[in-house]
């Protein structure tokens, strides 16, 4: 440690004389490259986390600041404040000046944070503990106006580097982060401000820690990194799209970062997404996305001037965007990359935006301010070290060609809100002057990651001394929030920015619930219509139905809600209702603002139901389904049956054709070798009269059968495995079937053994990875054809860096005792990082430890699992987790708790000289306790002697403790002790001995 702090000074120290030589060439051309100063106050936290506030002031969340309470000079624990240089602060950042500091409640280090619409900071998550890191499931709110943090509901479980995104509708996701045992988060949850968080909706797949995420204008999440694979999100289906588009550099981009590129109305708000460095060591590649493509995929952009890990990106008003920071390899100030480049997105290209002074590394952080200057600070290389300098990037727009400041547009008056889709005035002495006018949402950074950027161009038309713009059209191109306004003039110089909040004007929806109802003539139902305001929303809402069928009524209960709330809706129907299925219009009515949906009502004499829902056959082959009839309202007639949708060469029969009032019927569907094959909607009908209902299955037919085993393989990366692919053909299929296989992870081969043969048959596909294969779990879809017959059938693979085999995976342990399991790590192909162990699922009174606590590469440990007096009896299973970074393995293991109980029967025996006496001792065994008890009595009178039989028992058994008194035997009353001993437990029991 002293070495490296050492290191890191001197490098400090030269860099600075470096840049006093350098310092005339870095203000050379100012209104090209722009211009770099450095703040004369410094920063008194580590800023690992900040936010721009709607007010100019930067808040700064440190929390333990990376340092850790095991660390000379690191804070013990909280409150984190001014007095041990951690907690949180409010900063002026165009002077540097710090404002006023705060203390916090709880470690919000490694949070995640975001702006809410009325525009306080949101932030979740946090650290628990240090190495390994438990995350906090805490979370807070900053209020600007009143300088204080409150808690809010804790999220379900912990979050240490999650992301965070504010949604179209004003809704919080939140994804990934380390939970408060360690393991990885792979639950979305959705914050609502005074509604607090939503159920758990849970991944199919592990992210990596503070995964780059972004709002599309669809509405959807885009996940672009760090993993290769990008993914889609919808929050109104809670899904995942596992497998969306795979980007061209084959490694993960480790803390590079993201960027959603500024949108526009010109193009209907296409989104582009640019990806930039990361890994380790980094890469200077980038990679753009058109999301609005027929078939979004990634291609290369530029590269950057320097590779970059841990580096950061800002927008800027141009459309811009500012890329600097990092290092080659990660936390190394030797290899820093001081060059900043500016990305052009319409011509694609980089330039160069000079150099700043200070290495700016793992939690350095950029924020565009409201003077489109750009705000840079941090740089965390070493715990318990930070660079405390800030810096100033004038951008060259700022910059006349000789040097000199360029004169700079002006907003006289802006609103200080504005709705979607609606027409604003600015005010502005340079209105015929203006080319652009465009929204900065205020940042929100940290780890390379600006949560929440986004640009959105502006429509305008422009009139003497005033700008008419039309606002953004909904909250998936603007999420609500505060963003700077900026215009810009024809030469590209950017006004100072007015702060604008973007929301929706007050409004509500309305939804009902369940989306259909089933009823018999004379009979009710009920639908509940719930009421939920957004932006504001406060009124009474009215309700109204239509499309009753007649002899039908309807009524809410109640009539109105106010602001929110439900309203059950009944219907009644009567004799005269005719049978059918109506479309219900619900409406809900507040002032002007109306909103519907609708439902079903199905008034049913009788319903029909089929099963299976679906069939799969050969051609040539037949198959079944169970058609049943269930009456309603005294229902009696006669119900006849008959199919539709059949394929050609099919034949169907019904037994019985028809029943009366209610039973079943199977339908017997057979196919020809002259059937196509194909999928098909089958039609059943059941009619009574002019009263008819259908129900629908499903009927396959394939020409061959396709099946492979097993339906998932573990391996290590860089080791291979076999699935076995079967083909069943129907008598009259001769063909040729060939195999393919997609979904491969990269690094990843695969062949099949035979790779095609004719008619039914069998073939081994064989994958092989590599060490470039990512970790996870990969769905293969396997694919056999034959001409324009193709079916598939899908298996998974997983691919571990490391295994975690437990020796022996069960023990038997007696209570009070303890035990010991084998714990080995087996390295895949190249991986050789620290790999350290922790335990889930203990019972009650158990406790752990590992010797040792962890392994580089490969290596075994000793796990000492400790039971109490207090531990309960019985079978536990618990796990055995391996973590290195967001690598993880787990493996199950078994403890069984086993104990016996001894009671002695009766409590007290008289027994006279030349005679005995007898006692019961009984042993109840407990969780499965199996050992060998033997016993003992202590205490005996002179002239007496004793014998258990049997001596000794397994399980729950009992023994007979006879004392045998001689003519000489002491009189008196004695107290006897004793003691069962088994499987290292020792147990005794008191009784009176009486002689006489």
């Known amino acids: 440690m002293t070495s490296r702090v050492s290191s890191w000074l001197t490098y ?260 582009k997404v640019i990806i930039m460095g990361g890994g380790n060591p980094a890469t200077n590649t980038t990679e753009i996305i058109d999301m609005g493509a027929s078939t979004p995929a990634w291609q290369y952009g530029p590269n950057m001037s320097q590779a970059r890990i841990e580096m950061n990106a800002v927008i800027l008003p141009n459309g811009k965007v500012l890329a600097l920071g990092g290092s080659v390899n990660d936390e190394d100030t030797n290899t820093s990359s001081l060059n900043a480049d500016l990305y052009d997105p319409v011509t694609n290209t980089f330039s160069s935006a000079g150099a700043n002074a200070y290495p700016r590394l793992y939690h350095s952080v950029a924020l565009l301010l409201p003077d489109a200057t750009v705000w840079l600070a941090g740089g965390n290389p070493l715990r318990g070290t930070y660079v405390q300098q800030m810096e100033i990037y004038k951008p060259a ?176 129907t009567s004799t005269s209702t005719p049978p059918g299925t109506y479309t219900l219009t619900i409406t809900a009515t507040s002032g002007t603002i109306t909103h519907s949906t609708q439902v079903k009502l199905a008034v049913n004499a009788f319903s029909v139901a089929s099963s299976p829902s679906s069939q799969t056959i050969l051609e040539g082959n037949g198959t079944t389904y169970a058609v049943s009839v269930t009456p309603s309202y005294g229902f009696t007639g006669n119900v006849s049956f008959s199919v539709t949708g059949l394929p050609s060469g099919a034949t169907t029969t019904f037994s019985p054709t028809s029943v009366t009032g209610s039973g079943s019927a199977t339908l017997t569907v057979n196919t020809s070798t002259s059937t196509p094959t194909g999928t098909y909607t089958l039609t059943i009908t059941a009619a009574s009269g ?77 994958v092989n990875t590599s060490s470039s294969t990512p970790t996870g779990i990969h769905t293969l879809t396997i694919t056999a054809s034959s001409g324009p017959m193709a079916y598939s059938t899908q298996v998974k693979l997983v691919a571990n860096a490391f295994s975690l085999p437990a020796t022996p995976t069960s023990r038997v342990v007696s209570r009070g005792n303890s035990t010991t399991f084998s714990v080995s790590v087996t390295p895949s192909v190249g991986f050789a990082g620290n790999v350290s162990f922790s335990v889930t699922g203990l019972p009650s009174g158990v406790t752990a430890s590992f010797s040792p606590t962890s392994v580089a590469g490969s290596g075994s440990s000793t796990l000492t699992v400790n039971t109490s007096s207090s531990t309960p009896t019985g079978t536990y299973y618990f796990w055995i987790n391996a973590a290195n970074g967001s690598l993880t393995n787990a493996t199950e293991i078994k403890l069984i708790v086993v104990d016996f109980s001894m009671s002695v029967s009766p409590s007290s025996r008289t027994v006279a000289r030349n ?82």
């Open 915 to 996: 005679s005995s006496g007898a006692y019961s001792v009984s042993v109840s065994a407990l969780g499965s306790f199996s050992s060998t008890v033997t016993f003992n009595v202590s205490g005996l009178p002179t002239g007496t002697s004793a014998s258990f039989s049997p001596s000794s028992v397994r399980g729950t058994s009992t023994s007979t403790l006879t004392i045998s008194a001689s003519a000489s035997a002491s009189t008196g009353n004695y107290s006897l002790t004793i003691t069962a001993t088994g499987g290292g437990l020792t147990h005794s029991a008191n009784v009176t001995l009486i002689t006489q």
């Open 12 to 271: 400090s120290l030269t860099l600075s004389l470096l840049i006093c030589v350098l310092h005339p060439l870095a203000l050379g051309q100012p209104d090209l490259q722009g211009q770099w100063t450095t703040l004369s106050k410094t920063m008194p936290i580590n800023p690992i986390h900040v936010a721009l506030l709607s007010s100019g002031d930067v808040l700064v969340v440190a929390g333990s600041g990376n340092c850790p309470p095991s660390q000379t000079g690191c804070p013990s624990g909280p409150p984190y404040g001014p007095s041990n240089g951690s907690g949180a602060l409010l900063l002026d950042p165009v002077s540097g000046q710090t404002i006023t500091q705060f203390s916090l409640s709880w470690d919000m280090f490694c949070n995640g944070m975001v702006l809410l619409e009325d525009g306080r900071p949101f932030i979740a998550g946090g650290t628990i503990q240090y190495d390994p890191f438990f995350g906090q499931p805490q979370a807070a709110t900053f209020d600007p106006l009143a300088n204080t943090f409150s808690n809010t509901p804790n999220m379900a479980h912990g979050r240490w580097y999650p992301t965070l995104l504010t949604l179209g509708d004003g809704r919080v996701m939140t994804f990934s982060g380390l939970k408060e045992t360690g393991g990885t988060n792979t639950a979305v949850e959705f914050y609502s401000v005074g509604s607090g968080w939503s159920a758990q909706y849970m991944a199919s797949w592990t992210p990596d820690l503070y995964p780059r995420l972004h709002v599309l204008p669809n509405g959807k999440v885009f996940y672009s990194g760090a993993q290769t694979t990008s993914k889609l999100f919808d929050p109104s289906t809670n899904t995942w799209n596992t497998s969306f588009a795979r980007t061209n550099y084959s490694g993960t981009r480790t803390y590079g970062t993201s960027v959603l590129l500024p949108l526009s109305p010109n193009n209907n708000y296409d989104p």
């Open 397 to 572: 727009y700022l910059f006349n060609s000789d040097g000199t400041m360029a004169t700079r547009p002006s907003i006289t008056s802006a609103p200080s809100s504005i709705s979607y889709s609606s027409a604003f005035t600015v005010a502005t002495p340079d209105a015929a002057n203006i080319s652009s006018v465009v929204l900065v949402r205020n940042g929100t950074v940290t780890h390379a990651f600006g949560m929440d950027q986004r640009e959105v161009g502006l429509s305008f038309t422009a009139d003497s001394g005033l700008l008419t713009v039309t606002a953004p059209p909904d909250g998936n191109v603007a999420p609500p929030g505060y963003y700077m306004l900026f215009i810009l003039n024809q030469s590209g110089v950017p006004s100072v920015a007015s702060f604008v909040q973007v929301t929706a004007p007050p409004d509500f929806s309305v939804v009902a619930t369940p989306s259909s109802q089933t009823v018999p003539p004379t009979k009710g139902t009920s639908y509940t219509v719930s009421v939920t305001p957004s932006y504001g929303f406060t009124g009474n809402v009215s309700f109204s139905v239509n499309g009753l069928p007649s002899g039908a009524k309807a009524s809410f209960s109640p009539s109105s809600v106010s602001d929110s709330g439900s309203s059950a809706l009944t219907v009644n």
């Open 690 to 766: 002019t009263v008819t209902y259908s129900t629908q299955v499903k009927l396959v037919v394939n020409a061959f059968l396709l099946a492979a085993t097993p339906t998932s393989r573990t391996i290590l990366k860089g080791d291979g495995t076999t699935y076995s692919v079967s083909v069943t053909a129907s008598s009259g299929f001769t063909g040729n079937v060939s195999f393919t296989v997609t979904g491969l992870p990269s690094g990843a081969t695969a062949s099949f053994s035979p790779a095609s043969f004719s008619g039914s048959g069998s073939s081994t596909l064989t």
